[in-house]
């Protein structure tokens, strides 16, 4: 946060308390999904980077819950278990405000952060409705990872299904396939077959089955957990739609701390989440190294933050 953003929010919320803190991480990717680390090496990095409350939140698996909550022991930190669910779109892009934002295109999928109360490890019977729930979307992706591939054969890129699923231990993904791409020597990095091939539009890119969002929330909270949309700068839609249509889906928060939203976009989702009662979270939606990212290092104001996570600060 920098000291303009600080200086704006304090003439905009007046004599409020506003208490921050950089202990937060709650957006992160293991191996287990499309993320370059283990968890041991991510709750590693987030314990060098001053983490202290740390949440991993793989794509539509839980299968590093158990790896990840040891090595957060590991490393002195405190563990909040997590999914990133891939949801259909709710609102579609509003021209105005890609070209606002500097996009050309909004992302084919909306992200629901789902965060549980640590109990949900021990408790056989959510942990199996919970897996029960996402295995659709898990087996989704093989038969889309498999017209994928069928596309980039017709470009005269043969690639067999094996060498892509031998990749993802947990959650199979595109990122899978760019590394595979890449060790094949078809492209020079993740980003080229992204852009040239399976981004959202590319050539070889299939889109898949997901749930609608209102349906995800229902059971995120059917189970005891809470919501949040992750990385709201990715799907086009001004603001205050936004907020107005996640309150009326009964969202519990926004994620405005994102690294890729800038001061300006941050105050304007703060704003309009307090003005709904919408709460906010934050995350690096951590990666790897390679990547460029780095885990922690981002401030949240605990003051809208859900309640739901003061419980993981004693």
């Given at each position: 946060m920098t000291w303009i953003f600080e200086n704006i929010l304090r003439e905009h919320f007046g004599a409020m308390v506003m208490e921050w803190t950089s202990?937060?991480?709650?957006?992160?990717?293991?191996?287990?999904?499309?993320?370059?680390?283990?968890?041991?090496?991510?709750?590693?990095?987030?314990?060098?980077?001053?983490?202290?409350?740390?949440?991993?939140?793989?794509?539509?698996?839980?299968?590093?819950?158990?790896?990840?909550?040891?090595?957060?022991?590991?490393?002195?930190?405190?563990?909040i278990p997590g999914i990133e669910i891939t949801c259909n779109v709710g609102i579609e892009a509003n021209e105005g405000e890609l070209s606002r934002q500097g996009k050309d295109r909004a992302s084919s999928s909306w992200h629901l952060l789902a965060y549980f109360p640590q109990t949900i490890l021990n408790d056989r019977?959510?942990?199996?409705?919970?897996?029960?729930?996402?295995?659709p979307l898990q087996t989704g992706r093989v038969p889309r990872m498999v017209l994928m591939l069928e596309?980039?054969?017709?470009?005269?890129?043969?690639?067999?299904?094996?060498?892509?699923?031998?990749?993802?231990?947990?959650?199979?993904?595109?990122?899978?396939?760019?590394?595979?791409?890449?060790?094949?020597?078809?492209?020079?990095?993740?980003?080229?077959?992204?852009?040239?091939?399976?981004?959202d539009g590319g050539i070889a890119f299939v889109e898949r089955e997901e749930p609608p969002l209102e349906e995800a929330i229902?059971?995120?909270?059917?189970?005891?957990?809470?919501?949040?949309?992750?990385?709201?700068?990715?799907?086009?839609?001004?603001?205050?739609?936004?907020?107005?249509?996640?309150?009326r889906l009964g969202c519990d928060a926004i994620e405005v701390f994102h690294r890729s939203h800038s001061d300006e976009y941050r105050f304007e989702l703060l704003t309009a989440a307090k003005n709904a009662n919408l709460g906010v979270t934050v995350g690096s939606d951590f990666h790897g190294q390679t990547h460029g990212h780095t885990p922690g290092n981002m401030v949240v104001t605990k003051t809208f933050m859900p309640n739901f996570f003061q419980e993981f600060e004693s």
């Open positions: 202990k937060f991480d709650l957006h992160s990717h293991s191996t287990y999904s499309d993320g370059e680390h283990s968890t041991e090496l991510v709750a590693s990095l987030m314990k060098e980077n001053d983490v202290q409350i740390w949440s991993l939140t793989d794509h539509d698996t839980i299968s590093g819950w158990a790896d990840a909550s040891k090595s957060a022991a590991q490393h002195d930190l405190t563990f019977k959510r942990l199996d409705e919970l897996h029960q729930w996402l295995l596309r980039l054969e017709m470009l005269g890129m043969p690639i067999a299904l094996e060498d892509v699923t031998k990749r993802a231990p947990g959650s199979l993904g595109r990122p899978h396939l760019a590394q595979a791409m890449v060790d094949a020597g078809y492209v020079s990095s993740s980003k080229e077959a992204f852009d040239k091939y399976i981004g229902f059971f995120v909270h059917k189970i005891g957990g809470i919501t949040s949309l992750a990385h709201p700068l990715y799907y086009g839609v001004p603001v205050e739609e936004l907020i107005e249509y996640l309150s």
